[in-house]
């Protein structure tokens, strides 16, 4: 059995499928944030459900690709059978504009269990609603619910079930009522012309049900017409032209007839089972509304909240990742302990802990910022922050709905493009998703985490309220977007040239963000990070690790670390100067090994690429290495750097290995410079195999993935460039 | 524009604490309908909120949800001032409530 789930965006329909599935999905106030249709299988009373999570959409009318998935699965046009049933998903809050959807979906001609979701805050802001009656005028089982706090679920799962029992296996491919529809009869008639036309031509029964027939008539211009008239021929064209005529005739202009009539059987719908005493809800938006989205305050507070998430991650990440790093040197140690210098030994501390370990360390920044992303989102500020900024993308010859997708990309930029199917100007979208990877995503914290906390003072200012560390921070991650705003503009002007495309974005209700679903999230972005650390980044550890070990000869190198280990044991002051002699020996000799290496080879002879822009060939290595995935420059610094022998003797960890790491003659390799050179270098290059393949398949074509990669990798390279040429100039 | 549009009043035109009744949704289709499927349809009431920093989108209430638009789509809605509903308009009234309050 399948069913589906659809309602409009903010009605809390990704909260309730994790509800109903016990899956963790991303949610959010932001409409449309649910892209990809999800799918969970449940067991309700021993029928096996499957719940497919549709995108969300204000009507059955498609104008972009992400709606039409929804108009698709529906009527089974797409390659996967027909739902069973359909949940429509109304917020109870805003049942009037929530029952558009609704009634375009009793069309369809499905089995359908209507929830009314977020029903306690409908309540408690003045709603009352005769639910028996609305199920008797509509003729569908409704069943009110809270998602989010879990009332509610019972009763809908045994709606659907007593549905599903009830009409099990009445649903065939065509089944079809929209002969029922509220619409008037002149519609219904251009409706049935319309299909016995499509009878005689050749297009597949399921494409030409009354309900798809109805949609390509009431909506010009959009999908489900492309659709048919593509099927059909373009005598379906004049077909549809000659109907909306006869109906202009009648007084019916489409699609404001279809709007009118619909809304009208609403209003009458619900004056008499509904009344609203005071929308106390309403009034407590306005009221905030007041202050964050004031003219002047809202954009002075948006750019603070934006300050504040960075300056607070930049706080509690520092003390959390020096536990670990404590932890994993300790881990470190232990394993040297309990074995003899050997390719063993070498493997497992150099290649694998230091490896996953320098990666690890960087978690607590990333659940930190899911956590403040989700809190954003949930609350209903995102869609704040992006009806503030579209004046500002509005520059970039962009709308505030590329907003959120440029927002996520701070988090990462695969989910960041696969969100924009939100938007349905095609030339918007495809200089989103080629901009996306400019922002700063979470990948990147660690590099500029590790640049910052090694070479950045921590020279503070303001009363010790404002750090140099975190102004860094906020600079690099705000680089990208910078740097986004031109290449936009060009991308705009040339490539993507065209009118700006509509605005409509709703404002959902403020609302107290449900700290299960966020800390869920948190989780879920962890966990994948985790786990891409653990395969991706362990494999590429171990490569580099073999790389830069092979080939060589380390029988030497064994023998001086065991006659250093043995000395050091028996007693460390007294043989001080012995172990300091074998020391530089052993440095000596890790250097000729690290240089003879596979990777030593390659990087030498790459060197003069780097060298304008102060890098050595082991940064030049270690960029390279992280060409698949950005987050593994720190494993690979951190095993490089561990094999050239650099380990300087106070400080443990990278942070100390990168202080003490020098150029042939002596010179440190890193300075300020170096380090923003890196920073910049890598807040502009495409080093993400993951977004190269996501934004090949949003645009299926390698044109643009190829296009992308190219113009970043220029772009860091001129970027790290200028950053180091005028850096050491100051 | 032709004559008859110098007197008809658009939502653009209105500044913010401002409502008004929606008469007639024009410009293309494309937007129209998706103006109306928002619930900007004739007989709704509309309340302006206020504006976006830097002159730019204003955020409205209708049918007691708050959307926002730049005045390019705020133009194709044509409204009447004031608050002089016709009674009969059962939606109006009701949207009115939320209004008053």
Redesign the interface.
């Known amino acids: 059995m399948r069913v589906a789930l659809i309602g409009n965006p903010n009605t809390g329909k990704s909260t309730l499928f994790n509800a109903l599935s016990g899956m963790r999905v991303r949610t959010g106030n932001y409409p449309g944030v649910t892209v990809e249709q999800r799918i969970a299988k449940v067991n309700w009373d021993g029928h096996a459900v499957e719940l497919i999570d549709l995108p969300g959409t204000y009507s059955l009318s498609p104008k972009s690709p992400d709606e039409m998935v929804a108009v698709q699965v529906l009527t089974g046009c797409c390659d996967e059978p027909r739902p069973d049933l359909v949940i429509c998903i109304c917020n109870a809050a805003a049942l009037e504009r929530n029952l558009y959807l609704a009634t375009q979906v009793m069309e369809v001609g499905l089995p359908l269990v209507l929830c009314l979701n977020m029903w306690d805050s409908a309540v408690s802001s003045g709603v009352s609603l005769d639910v028996a009656g609305l199920s008797k005028k509509l003729g569908v089982p409704v069943v009110p619910t809270s998602a989010s706090r879990k009332e509610g679920l019972t009763e809908l799962r045994k709606a659907v079930v007593q549905e599903l029992e009830a009409g099990a296996g009445a649903v065939s491919l065509h089944s079809d009522s929209f002969g029922h529809s509220l619409l008037s009869e002149p519609i219904r008639h251009e409706v049935d012309r319309l299909c016995g036309w499509l009878n005689t031509s050749g297009v597949p029964l399921e494409k030409r049900s009354g309900f798809l027939v109805s949609r390509s008539l009431l909506d010009p211009g959009g999908s489900v017409e492309s659709m048919l008239v593509r099927d059909a021929g373009s005598g379906y064209s004049v077909m549809l032209v000659e109907a909306r005529q006869a109906l202009k005739d009648k007084q019916l202009e489409i699609p404001a007839a279809e709007a009118e009539q619909r809304y009208h059987f609403i209003g009458e719908l619900l004056s008499a089972i509904q009344s609203r005493t005071v929308n106390s809800r309403a009034k407590l938006t306005d009221r905030i509304d007041a202050v964050l989205t004031h003219r002047f305050f809202g954009f002075l507070i948006c750019l603070a909240v934006l300050l504040l998430v960075f300056s607070t991650i930049n706080w509690f990440s520092a003390p959390l990742s020096e536990a670990v790093e404590g932890g994993l040197g300790l881990l470190s140690s232990m394993v040297s302990s309990s074995m003899s210098p050997g390719p063993l030994r070498s493997l497992l501390t150099e290649g694998v802990i230091s490896g996953v370990g320098s990666v690890i360390v960087f978690l607590p920044q990333i659940c930190l910022l899911f956590l403040f992303i989700g809190l954003l989102e949930d609350c209903g500020y995102m869609a704040r922050a992006a009806f503030m900024m579209d004046r500002l993308m509005g520059v970039l010859g962009l709308s505030g709905r590329s907003f959120l997708p440029l927002m996520s990309s701070f988090a990462c930029a695969v989910p960041g493009i696969m969100a924009t199917r939100v938007i349905d100007d095609r030339r918007d979208r495809f200089v989103t998703i080629l901009i996306a990877p400019l922002m700063s995503c979470s990948a990147r914290l660690p590099v500029y985490v590790l640049m910052i906390g090694t070479f950045i003072p921590e020279t503070r200012y303001l009363g010790g309220w404002l750090s140099l560390q975190a102004m860094v921070l906020f600079a690099m991650s705000t680089l990208g977007l910078v740097i986004a705003v031109p290449v936009a503009m060009l991308l705009r002007r040339t490539l993507f040239r065209g009118e700006p495309s509509p605005f409509l974005l709703e404002l959902p209700d403020y609302r107290m963000p449900s700290l299960r679903v966020v800390i869920g999230r948190v989780w879920e972005s962890a966990q994948s990070f985790v786990v891409r650390a653990g395969t991706l980044i362990f494999a590429t550890s171990v490569l580099v690790w073999a790389a830069g070990s092979f080939p060589g000869d380390h029988r030497e190198r064994f023998e001086l670390t065991a006659k250093i280990e043995s000395l050091e044991s028996a007693d460390a002051e007294l043989n001080a100067e012995e172990i300091e002699v074998l020391s530089t020996e052993l440095n000596q000799v890790n250097g000729q090994l690290l240089r003879n290496s596979a990777l030593g080879r390659v990087g030498r002879t790459i060197e003069p690429i780097f060298v304008p822009l102060g890098w050595d060939w082991r940064i030049g290595v270690g960029v390279l290495a992280s060409f698949p995935a950005r987050e593994v420059i720190i494993a690979t610094l951190g095993t490089i750097y561990s094999l050239g022998g650099d380990v300087g003797e106070e400080d443990e960890g990278l942070r100390g290995t990168l202080k003490a790491a020098t150029w042939p003659d002596g010179s440190s390799v890193f300075s300020v410079p170096v380090a923003l050179s890196i920073m910049v270098f890598f807040a502009l290059c495409a080093q993400c195999v993951s977004t190269l393949m996501v934004i090949k398949r949003e645009t299926n074509s390698w044109l643009w993935p190829a296009f992308s990669f190219g113009y970043m990798t220029i772009l860091a390279w001129v970027g790290a460039f200028l950053t180091y040429q005028i850096g050491i100039r100051m | 524009m032709d004559g008859a549009a110098v007197n008809t009043l658009r939502l653009a035109d209105l500044t913010p604490g401002s409502s008004a009744i929606v008469t007639?949704?024009g410009g293309a289709?494309?937007?129209?309908?998706?103006?109306?499927?928002?619930?900007f349809?004739?007989?709704?009431v509309v309340q302006v909120?206020?504006?976006?920093?830097?002159?730019?989108?204003v955020?409205y209430?209708v049918?007691?949800?708050?959307?926002?638009?730049?005045s390019?789509?705020a133009s194709c809605v044509s409204v009447e001032s004031g608050l002089a509903a016709n009674p009969a308009n059962?939606?109006s009234v009701?949207a009115l409530?939320?209004v008053a309050?």
């Open positions: 007639a949704i289709s494309r937007i129209a309908s998706r103006l109306m499927e928002m619930g349809v004739p007989g709704a909120l206020r504006r976006a920093p830097f002159g730019g989108p955020q209430r049918h007691g949800v708050s959307i926002s638009m730049r390019a789509e059962t939606k009701s409530e939320l309050q």
